[in-house]
């Protein structure tokens, strides 16, 4: 004996891939920000431990191509450098925006790092 089947199964079945299929893409655009941060955060820690014996402008100008290299916004790449004594300290500023519907924020990276000269 074969049972007629209500569709209502398969419309909620639907309804939760797209709901899934909506977070998903929508948390891929904050996920991608993130892991900008977090990749340019390890990649200065990096460069204050092993390139701390450049000059100041040549680090400088590995800081612009690397965050634009990343994707990341121009301001990424104005770093603050400072050396004192046997240690050098690095730190940088900037701002990506989240996008979702009907919903926009502005978040504030600080990326600092130090090594020794």
Not at 28 to 49: H, P, S, T
Request: proline share 3%; hydrophobic share 45%.
């Amino acid at each position: 004996m074969v049972m007629a089947r209500r569709g209502a199964t398969k419309i909620g079945c639907l309804m939760q891939l797209l709901v899934l299929a909506a977070i998903g893409y929508f948390g891929a655009n904050i996920g991608e920000v993130y892991w900008r941060y977090f990749r340019f955060k390890d990649l200065m820690q990096q460069e204050a431990r092993f390139r701390s014996q450049k000059s100041i402008p040549e680090i400088r100008q590995r800081f612009r191509f690397l965050a634009d290299s990343l994707g990341l916004p121009e301001d990424a790449g104005i770093v603050l450098i400072r050396k004192s004594g046997k240690q050098i300290f690095l730190e940088s500023h900037y701002e990506e925006t989240l996008l979702l519907p009907g919903w926009r924020k502005e978040v504030h990276f600080e990326v600092k790092a130090q090594g020794n000269l």
